[in-house]
């Protein structure tokens, strides 16, 4: 048997990196997938190919920027499986590199805000009340070792993650009452699109690994057992926790 057998988890940014290895092994494990992402083509890939191999998968192309994508995500997974017991809130943006915080424009700063911030209030309004109606669920926020310390260059991207880290603990805080377990999930440096795979093996990376603990970026696949972790019952008396998966980024 698998961890998530009759589960019905919605997880966003699936179409890359931490968000794809996530929705592969929750479907692996036994969950039915809604998966929540921009990237029309790959999703639809995405969803046949996990089809193909017997696993349960739902493709519904969403923008968490705009709340009433956030909202149809969650429906559609209510519609097609009558529940929704876990939600990954795993879509995010960065930086794309260094920038002086003074000299960022509003466009920049609200889009980071949107995607990575707002993006997971409105996951999360639409599948609480779902949450509460059938008696409890799980819910996993991805947040970063930024927001828990400084992130060189991107002032913008550690406030959104510390507002992300704050917010699942008041979560957890205010629903565990009704059965709702709420974490959050903050990696560190991580071997995908976003966080800087395809740096490995330059001179800027060496010089970063080099004062990390386990000289190494994480795998994508190592993130998503974290998530799964928090997300299933293995997890059952962890809520308002945030762990950290960071190869000893944090420490160094």
């Given at each position: ?34 998966m ?106 991805v ?27 008041g ?82």
């Amino acid at each position: 048997m698998g961890k998530l057998d009759g589960k019905v988890a919605v997880i966003t940014g699936t179409t890359s990196g931490m968000g794809a290895a996530a929705a592969w092994l929750f479907a692996k494990e036994g969950a039915k997938v809604v998966m929540g992402a921009r990237r029309f083509e790959r999703g639809e890939k995405m969803e046949a190919e996990m089809r193909a191999q017997g696993l349960e998968a739902l493709w519904v192309t969403t923008d968490v920027r705009k709340p009433e994508d956030c909202f149809n995500l969650v429906e559609k997974a209510v519609e097609a499986y009558e529940k929704v017991d876990i939600l990954v809130n795993n879509a995010g943006i960065n930086g794309e590199g260094s920038y002086a915080f003074h000299e960022s424009t509003d466009v920049f700063r609200d889009n980071i805000f949107k995607t990575d911030l707002y993006g997971i209030f409105d996951c999360c309004k639409a599948a609480i009340p779902h949450m509460i109606k059938q008696g409890g669920g799980s819910i996993v926020n991805v947040a970063s070792v930024a927001g828990i310390t400084a992130c060189p260059g991107d002032v913008l991207y550690s406030t959104v993650k510390g507002a992300v880290k704050q917010f699942s603990i008041g979560l957890a805080y205010n629903y565990g009452a009704h059965g709702i377990r709420v974490n959050c999930l903050c990696p560190g440096l991580t071997n995908t699109e976003m966080g800087g795979g395809d740096l490995e093996g330059s001179e800027f990376a060496d010089n970063i690994l080099a004062t990390l603990p386990l000289h190494r970026f994480g795998k994508a696949e190592e993130q998503a057992r974290a998530m799964l972790y928090l997300a299933s019952d293995d997890a059952s008396f962890c809520t308002g926790t945030v762990l950290v998966s960071d190869g000893g980024e944090i420490i160094s």
